[in-house]
């Protein structure tokens, strides 16, 4: 039997859960209105977030659909980019220093048609927020290669495309 204490701790980190996925979402919607229009009129939302990974969804719309009924490559463009750079922003959230982050390059390999809201998953966490380490104790531009996978989850777990992008990171003077 489950005791009244561990239903709360349960409960306080649903409500965390839900709490950090809906701060991320207005956090990259706001981005998106101030500074990048695109990103915004794709209306991306973040499902899951945490140190590790983000996943962030595209929903299959009027504005993101091509003229054959699946996802525009750009809508899948804007997506791999709203993820890397959602989980880039809550693990520079608590940094003293300002960083600055753009992309470098970016390559896409499309192997499915996208027929549903898309998702897009970025697990290297780890590896970003080393590198933000190395950032704020240097004045030097740092960049990282990172993956991204897009997924349709109505059309099971296959990869519908796979991105790589390079991540470029410098503190702002």
């Keep these: 039997m489950t005791s009244d204490s561990d239903w709360s701790a349960i409960n306080n980190r649903a409500k965390k859960l839900i709490f950090d996925r809906a701060q991320a979402t207005i956090a990259l919607r706001l981005f998106g209105f101030f500074k990048i229009p695109m990103m915004l009129y794709v209306r991306p939302s973040v499902t899951e977030i945490s140190d590790e990974r983000v996943v962030v969804r595209i929903p299959l719309r009027r504005r993101t659909r091509n003229h054959i009924g699946s996802m525009y490559f750009g809508a899948l463009g804007v997506g ?37 809201d898309v998702d897009f998953c970025c697990i290297q966490g780890n590896e970003i927020a080393k590198l ?17 996978i897009a997924t349709v989850p109505d059309q099971g777990n296959e990869p519908v495309a796979t991105f790589k992008m390079t991540l470029s990171m410098k503190k702002q003077a």
């Design 80 to 116: 791999a980019d709203c993820s890397v750079g959602a989980l880039a922003m809550h693990l520079t959230k608590h940094q003293p220093e300002k960083i600055s982050m753009i992309f470098k390059n970016f390559s896409a390999e499309f192997l499915k048609r996208a027929e549903g």
């Design 132 to 148: 933000i380490a190395v950032v704020a104790a240097s004045d030097e531009r740092n960049e990282i290669m990172v993956d991204v």
